[in-house]
């Protein structure tokens, strides 16, 4: 299908432990990056993004890596806290100028107190 | 600000029946896309409007019918339900730039017998 692959499916950590997410996108001009934090029961919220023309981003214990050679980026949350669990999608543009966005499949994170 | 509004919350029809789900947003934006959530499948493009008049097919369009009233609305029409439409909808909306955030509503449940 045209999802991106998104890894893994799902994730369970010890609070305070890292947790990361990838992604892989297959359109080369692909510009932009979301990521959507969902908690159960509740609608989509951004969370951190990334343009093309930068390869990281941080926002205090979440940030966005990209690489666009190898077509992936990622999602690094650090301190990781119970509040963290919830289920993140990763996005990517697709060409023109629609706004239109590809979203991965999701991973559900478990953090465990 | 309201954001991005949807009616109604939860829905049951019987297969055959039809119904129309409103999303009206109050953020001048002029992109709006209504998406269908089913479980481990991320968040599937069923049709998009890049701009007032105009609308598009996203991924999975077959069986909706899409309706750009003006600026603000954008509607999606079940015009014979099927058991396979059961799923979480949702409306968003953004502005005008390709790396503007999409903006969600809160959903619409629907259960197709």
């Known amino acids: 299908g045209e999802n991106g692959e998104q890894h893994p499916s799902t994730l369970s950590v010890q609070e305070g432990d890292s947790a990361v997410i990838k992604c892989t996108y297959s359109?080369?001009?692909?510009?932009?990056f979301p990521w959507y934090k969902q908690e159960l029961g509740k609608r989509p919220q951004l969370i951190i993004d990334?343009?093309?023309?930068?390869g990281e981003k941080k926002d205090q214990r979440i940030a966005v890596t990209l690489n666009k050679t190898a077509k992936h980026f990622s999602l690094h949350i650090t301190e990781t806290q119970p509040e963290d669990s919830a289920v993140y999608f990763c996005?990517?543009?697709?060409?023109?100028?629609?706004?239109?966005?590809?979203f991965g499949q999701g991973t559900t994170l478990q953090v465990k107190p | 600000n309201a954001g991005v509004t949807q009616t109604p919350k939860f829905q049951v029809l019987k297969t055959g029946q039809s119904m129309t789900l409103q999303c009206a947003q109050d953020?001048?934006?002029?992109?709006m896309y209504w998406y269908r959530q089913d479980p481990g499948m991320g968040l599937r493009l069923i049709y998009y409007?890049?701009?007032?008049?105009?609308?598009d097919k996203g991924e999975v369009p077959n069986g909706y019918n899409v309706s750009r009233l003006n600026k603000r609305e954008f509607s999606l029409r079940l015009e014979s339900a099927a058991p396979s439409q059961t799923s979480v909808y949702f409306c968003?909306?953004?502005?005008?730039?390709?790396?503007?955030?999409?903006?969600f509503g809160p959903g619409t449940r629907l259960t197709v017998l």
């Open positions: 968003a909306s953004k502005g005008r730039y390709s790396y503007n955030e999409q903006f």
């Open positions: 359109d080369s001009a692909s510009n932009y």
């Open positions: 990334i343009r093309s023309n930068v």
């Open positions: 996005a990517a543009s697709i060409t023109g100028n629609t706004g239109k966005l590809i």
């Open positions: 953020m001048n934006h002029n992109s």
């Open positions: 409007s890049a701009s007032e008049g105009t609308t």
